[in-house]
Protein backbone atom coordinates (compact mmCIF):
# COMPACT_ATOMS: atom_id res chain seq x y z
CA UNK A 1 0.00 0.00 0.00
CA UNK A 2 1.66 3.44 -0.59
CA UNK A 3 2.21 5.54 1.88
CA UNK A 4 -0.11 8.36 1.22
CA UNK A 5 -3.37 6.22 -0.14
CA UNK A 6 -6.43 8.19 0.44
CA UNK A 7 -4.81 11.58 0.92
CA UNK A 8 -5.86 14.82 -0.57
CA UNK A 9 -2.92 17.13 -1.56
CA UNK A 10 -3.50 20.64 -3.13
CA UNK A 11 -0.87 22.21 -5.11
CA UNK A 12 -0.88 25.56 -6.14
CA UNK A 13 1.24 27.00 -9.69
CA UNK A 14 0.73 23.63 -10.79
CA UNK A 15 0.89 23.99 -14.34
CA UNK A 16 4.41 23.88 -14.63
CA UNK A 17 7.59 24.14 -12.91
CA UNK A 18 7.95 22.85 -9.57
CA UNK A 19 4.20 22.99 -8.89
CA UNK A 20 3.64 20.32 -12.05
CA UNK A 21 6.80 18.09 -10.65
CA UNK A 22 5.25 18.16 -7.48
CA UNK A 23 2.00 17.27 -8.81
CA UNK A 24 2.92 14.20 -10.16
CA UNK A 25 5.71 12.84 -7.78
CA UNK A 26 2.94 13.78 -5.22
CA UNK A 27 0.61 11.31 -7.49
CA UNK A 28 3.17 9.00 -7.32
CA UNK A 29 3.36 9.09 -3.67
CA UNK A 30 -0.19 7.72 -3.59
CA UNK A 31 -2.09 11.15 -2.64
CA UNK A 32 -5.05 12.38 -4.73
CA UNK A 33 -3.88 15.79 -6.10
CA UNK A 34 -5.96 19.12 -6.94
CA UNK A 35 -3.88 21.11 -9.17
CA UNK A 36 -4.73 24.99 -9.28
CA UNK A 37 -3.13 27.58 -11.86
CA UNK A 38 -5.06 29.75 -14.32
CA UNK A 39 -3.68 28.22 -17.72
CA UNK A 40 -6.27 25.24 -17.45
CA UNK A 41 -5.18 23.80 -20.62
CA UNK A 42 -1.75 23.36 -19.24
CA UNK A 43 -2.79 21.51 -15.70
CA UNK A 44 -4.90 19.37 -18.46
CA UNK A 45 -1.58 18.43 -20.81
CA UNK A 46 -0.33 17.46 -17.67
CA UNK A 47 -2.70 14.88 -16.83
CA UNK A 48 -2.57 13.42 -20.29
CA UNK A 49 1.12 12.83 -20.04
CA UNK A 50 1.04 11.05 -16.49
CA UNK A 51 0.90 7.20 -16.56
CA UNK A 52 -2.85 6.13 -17.13
CA UNK A 53 -3.12 4.24 -13.89
CA UNK A 54 -2.13 8.08 -12.06
CA UNK A 55 -5.12 9.98 -14.17
CA UNK A 56 -8.15 9.46 -11.97
CA UNK A 57 -6.29 10.84 -8.83
CA UNK A 58 -5.34 13.72 -10.29
CA UNK A 59 -7.85 16.77 -10.20
CA UNK A 60 -6.63 20.03 -12.57
CA UNK A 61 -8.47 23.33 -11.12
CA UNK A 62 -9.11 26.39 -12.62
CA UNK A 63 -8.05 28.96 -9.84
CA UNK A 64 -6.29 32.21 -10.13
CA UNK A 65 -4.93 32.51 -6.02
CA UNK A 66 -4.91 36.36 -6.00
CA UNK A 67 -8.65 36.05 -6.46
CA UNK A 68 -9.57 35.66 -2.68
CA UNK A 69 -13.37 34.59 -3.20
CA UNK A 70 -12.32 32.02 -5.86
CA UNK A 71 -9.69 30.99 -3.56
CA UNK A 72 -12.86 30.39 -1.17
CA UNK A 73 -14.82 28.88 -3.44
CA UNK A 74 -12.03 26.63 -4.33
CA UNK A 75 -11.24 24.98 -1.05
CA UNK A 76 -14.86 25.11 -0.29
CA UNK A 77 -15.61 23.02 -3.43
CA UNK A 78 -12.56 20.53 -2.06
CA UNK A 79 -14.07 19.94 1.16
CA UNK A 80 -17.35 18.67 -1.25
CA UNK A 81 -15.80 17.02 -3.27
CA UNK A 82 -12.96 15.31 -1.24
CA UNK A 83 -13.45 15.83 2.32
CA UNK A 84 -11.00 18.55 2.35
CA UNK A 85 -7.09 18.61 1.82
CA UNK A 86 -4.24 16.92 4.11
CA UNK A 87 -1.75 19.14 2.59
CA UNK A 88 -1.16 22.32 0.91
CA UNK A 89 2.15 22.48 -0.98
CA UNK A 90 1.67 26.49 -1.50
CA UNK A 91 4.04 27.12 -4.79
CA UNK A 92 2.92 29.79 -6.73
CA UNK A 93 4.71 33.03 -7.26
CA UNK A 94 5.95 35.34 -10.30
CA UNK A 95 9.26 37.39 -10.18
CA UNK A 96 10.58 40.20 -12.24
CA UNK A 97 14.16 40.98 -13.09
CA UNK A 98 15.38 44.10 -14.11
CA UNK A 99 12.96 46.33 -13.33
CA UNK A 100 14.28 48.76 -10.01
CA UNK A 101 12.29 49.54 -7.48
CA UNK A 102 13.14 52.80 -7.39
CA UNK A 103 11.85 53.60 -10.65
CA UNK A 104 8.80 55.04 -12.14
CA UNK A 105 5.88 53.26 -13.56
CA UNK A 106 6.35 49.96 -11.88
CA UNK A 107 3.50 49.76 -9.46
CA UNK A 108 1.60 47.25 -11.43
CA UNK A 109 5.18 45.15 -11.35
CA UNK A 110 4.95 45.49 -7.59
CA UNK A 111 1.40 45.17 -6.97
CA UNK A 112 1.18 42.04 -9.01
CA UNK A 113 3.82 40.64 -6.77
CA UNK A 114 2.46 41.38 -3.57
CA UNK A 115 -1.00 39.86 -4.68
CA UNK A 116 0.85 36.85 -6.31
CA UNK A 117 3.46 36.54 -3.53
CA UNK A 118 2.50 37.14 -0.50
CA UNK A 119 -1.56 38.07 -0.63
CA UNK A 120 -2.34 34.42 -2.08
CA UNK A 121 -0.74 32.83 0.77
CA UNK A 122 -2.77 34.14 3.17
CA UNK A 123 -5.94 33.02 1.15
CA UNK A 124 -4.75 30.01 0.63
CA UNK A 125 -3.01 28.80 3.98
CA UNK A 126 -6.44 30.68 5.60
CA UNK A 127 -8.56 28.21 3.70
CA UNK A 128 -6.53 25.29 4.01
CA UNK A 129 -5.80 25.10 7.31
CA UNK A 130 -9.57 26.71 8.91
CA UNK A 131 -10.98 23.30 7.13
CA UNK A 132 -7.42 21.34 8.88
CA UNK A 133 -8.57 22.78 11.83
CA UNK A 134 -12.47 21.96 11.79
CA UNK A 135 -11.58 18.54 10.49
CA UNK A 136 -9.11 17.67 13.35
CA UNK A 137 -7.02 16.64 10.89
CA UNK A 138 -2.56 16.91 11.08
CA UNK A 139 -2.56 18.49 8.37
CA UNK A 140 0.58 20.17 6.76
CA UNK A 141 1.29 23.35 4.71
CA UNK A 142 4.52 23.54 3.12
CA UNK A 143 5.23 27.00 1.59
CA UNK A 144 8.09 27.46 -1.45
CA UNK A 145 9.50 30.35 -0.30
CA UNK A 146 13.08 31.10 -1.42
CA UNK A 147 16.30 32.15 -1.10
CA UNK A 148 15.83 35.61 -1.60
CA UNK A 149 13.18 35.27 1.25
CA UNK A 150 16.34 34.90 4.10
CA UNK A 151 18.63 37.89 2.09
CA UNK A 152 19.05 40.79 -0.99
CA UNK A 153 20.82 38.95 -3.74
CA UNK A 154 23.69 41.80 -5.01
CA UNK A 155 22.94 42.62 -8.36
CA UNK A 156 25.10 45.48 -10.63
CA UNK A 157 22.41 46.62 -12.35
CA UNK A 158 18.45 45.98 -12.67
CA UNK A 159 17.12 44.70 -9.43
CA UNK A 160 14.31 42.10 -8.24
CA UNK A 161 12.15 44.94 -7.70
CA UNK A 162 9.74 43.85 -4.69
CA UNK A 163 10.07 40.16 -5.09
CA UNK A 164 12.64 39.61 -2.25
CA UNK A 165 10.47 41.52 -0.09
CA UNK A 166 8.11 39.34 -1.05
CA UNK A 167 9.52 36.34 0.12
CA UNK A 168 10.47 38.31 3.53
CA UNK A 169 7.27 38.98 4.47
CA UNK A 170 6.54 35.09 3.34
CA UNK A 171 9.44 33.96 5.61
CA UNK A 172 7.91 35.85 8.69
CA UNK A 173 4.34 34.94 7.64
CA UNK A 174 4.95 31.25 7.88
CA UNK A 175 6.75 31.87 11.80
CA UNK A 176 3.83 33.33 12.64
CA UNK A 177 1.39 30.63 11.49
CA UNK A 178 3.48 28.53 13.14
CA UNK A 179 2.49 30.38 16.66
CA UNK A 180 -1.11 30.38 15.60
CA UNK A 181 -1.29 26.82 14.61
CA UNK A 182 -0.18 25.53 17.71
CA UNK A 183 -1.17 27.80 19.56
CA UNK A 184 -5.35 26.85 18.61
CA UNK A 185 -4.22 23.44 19.69
CA UNK A 186 -3.49 22.04 16.33
CA UNK A 187 -1.13 19.73 15.15
CA UNK A 188 -0.41 21.06 11.33
CA UNK A 189 2.62 21.09 10.80
CA UNK A 190 3.92 24.26 8.53
CA UNK A 191 7.35 24.30 6.59
CA UNK A 192 9.18 26.70 4.22
CA UNK A 193 11.30 25.28 1.52
CA UNK A 194 13.59 27.88 0.11
CA UNK A 195 15.67 27.31 -3.01
CA UNK A 196 18.03 29.29 -5.05
CA UNK A 197 18.45 28.99 -8.67
CA UNK A 198 15.51 26.54 -10.21
CA UNK A 199 15.47 25.55 -13.94
CA UNK A 200 11.86 26.85 -14.89
CA UNK A 201 9.96 29.39 -16.90
CA UNK A 202 10.30 31.65 -13.59
CA UNK A 203 13.42 32.45 -14.80
CA UNK A 204 14.19 34.86 -17.28
CA UNK A 205 17.61 33.99 -19.85
CA UNK A 206 17.75 30.15 -18.59
CA UNK A 207 19.79 30.04 -22.25
CA UNK A 208 22.21 32.44 -20.81
CA UNK A 209 22.85 30.85 -17.71
CA UNK A 210 23.41 27.45 -19.21
CA UNK A 211 25.87 29.12 -21.96
CA UNK A 212 27.82 30.59 -18.82
CA UNK A 213 27.91 27.43 -17.19
CA UNK A 214 26.01 28.66 -13.96
CA UNK A 215 24.50 26.04 -11.73
CA UNK A 216 20.29 25.71 -11.05
CA UNK A 217 18.49 23.14 -8.79
CA UNK A 218 16.08 21.01 -10.94
CA UNK A 219 12.31 21.14 -10.08
CA UNK A 220 13.20 17.24 -9.00
CA UNK A 221 15.41 18.87 -5.74
CA UNK A 222 12.88 20.99 -4.63
CA UNK A 223 10.18 18.18 -4.77
CA UNK A 224 12.46 15.73 -3.01
CA UNK A 225 12.45 18.45 -0.43
CA UNK A 226 9.20 18.80 0.10
CA UNK A 227 8.19 14.87 0.04
CA UNK A 228 11.15 14.54 2.82
CA UNK A 229 9.41 16.92 5.33
CA UNK A 230 6.10 15.43 4.46
CA UNK A 231 7.54 12.51 5.32
CA UNK A 232 9.00 13.12 9.21
CA UNK A 233 7.07 11.52 11.65
CA UNK A 234 4.13 13.30 13.78
CA UNK A 235 6.35 14.37 16.31
CA UNK A 236 9.18 15.89 14.21
CA UNK A 237 8.28 19.56 12.15
CA UNK A 238 11.07 20.48 9.22
CA UNK A 239 10.45 24.25 10.03
CA UNK A 240 13.13 25.42 7.20
CA UNK A 241 15.12 23.56 4.06
CA UNK A 242 17.11 25.70 1.89
CA UNK A 243 18.73 24.09 -0.58
CA UNK A 244 21.21 25.48 -3.68
CA UNK A 245 23.00 24.21 -6.13
CA UNK A 246 26.30 23.13 -5.33
CA UNK A 247 28.63 25.79 -5.64
CA UNK A 248 26.21 28.84 -4.86
CA UNK A 249 27.38 30.88 -2.01
P1 LIG B 1 6.98 28.82 -12.89
O1 LIG B 1 6.89 30.15 -13.56
O2 LIG B 1 7.50 27.66 -13.65
O3 LIG B 1 5.57 28.43 -12.26
C1 LIG B 1 4.81 29.38 -11.55
C2 LIG B 1 3.44 28.79 -11.31
O4 LIG B 1 2.67 29.75 -10.57
C3 LIG B 1 2.69 28.49 -12.60
O5 LIG B 1 2.06 27.24 -12.49
C4 LIG B 1 1.65 29.61 -12.67
O6 LIG B 1 0.46 29.11 -13.26
C5 LIG B 1 1.39 29.86 -11.19
N1 LIG B 1 0.81 31.17 -10.94
C6 LIG B 1 1.35 32.38 -11.12
N2 LIG B 1 0.44 33.35 -10.85
C7 LIG B 1 -0.70 32.70 -10.48
C8 LIG B 1 -1.99 33.12 -10.10
N3 LIG B 1 -2.32 34.42 -10.02
N4 LIG B 1 -2.93 32.18 -9.81
C9 LIG B 1 -2.63 30.86 -9.89
N5 LIG B 1 -1.43 30.39 -10.24
C10 LIG B 1 -0.48 31.32 -10.54
O7 LIG B 1 7.86 29.08 -11.58
P2 LIG B 1 8.58 28.11 -10.52
O8 LIG B 1 8.08 26.75 -10.62
O9 LIG B 1 10.02 28.39 -10.62
O10 LIG B 1 8.07 28.82 -9.17
C11 LIG B 1 7.31 28.19 -8.20
C12 LIG B 1 7.63 28.83 -6.86
O11 LIG B 1 9.01 28.65 -6.56
C13 LIG B 1 7.38 30.34 -6.78
O12 LIG B 1 6.76 30.66 -5.56
C14 LIG B 1 8.77 30.93 -6.86
O13 LIG B 1 8.85 32.17 -6.23
C15 LIG B 1 9.56 29.86 -6.12
N6 LIG B 1 10.99 29.86 -6.39
C16 LIG B 1 11.47 29.67 -7.68
C17 LIG B 1 12.81 29.73 -7.93
C18 LIG B 1 13.38 29.59 -9.31
O14 LIG B 1 14.58 29.91 -9.50
N7 LIG B 1 12.62 29.11 -10.30
C19 LIG B 1 13.79 29.92 -6.84
C20 LIG B 1 13.19 30.07 -5.54
C21 LIG B 1 11.85 30.04 -5.35
P3 LIG B 1 -0.49 29.91 -14.29
O15 LIG B 1 0.35 30.91 -15.00
O16 LIG B 1 -1.02 28.82 -15.17
O17 LIG B 1 -1.55 30.49 -13.43
Redesign the pocket.
Known amino acids: MERWQDKVAVV?????????VTAAKLLQNGFSVVA?????E??LENQEALPENLRSRYHPKK?????EKAVKKTFAWIEDRFGGADVLV??????TVGVDLSSPDNTDIMR?TI???VM?VVYCVREAFNSMKKRNVDGHIVI??????HKVPMMTSGSMNI?PAS?FAVTAMIETYRQEFANAGTKVKITSI??????????PNLGLYREAGLA??Y?ED?TNAILYALGTPPHVQVHELIIKPMGAK
Open positions: TGASCGIGALARRERLCDVTDNNAGVMNETNSINSELGYKSPGGVETELVLLPV
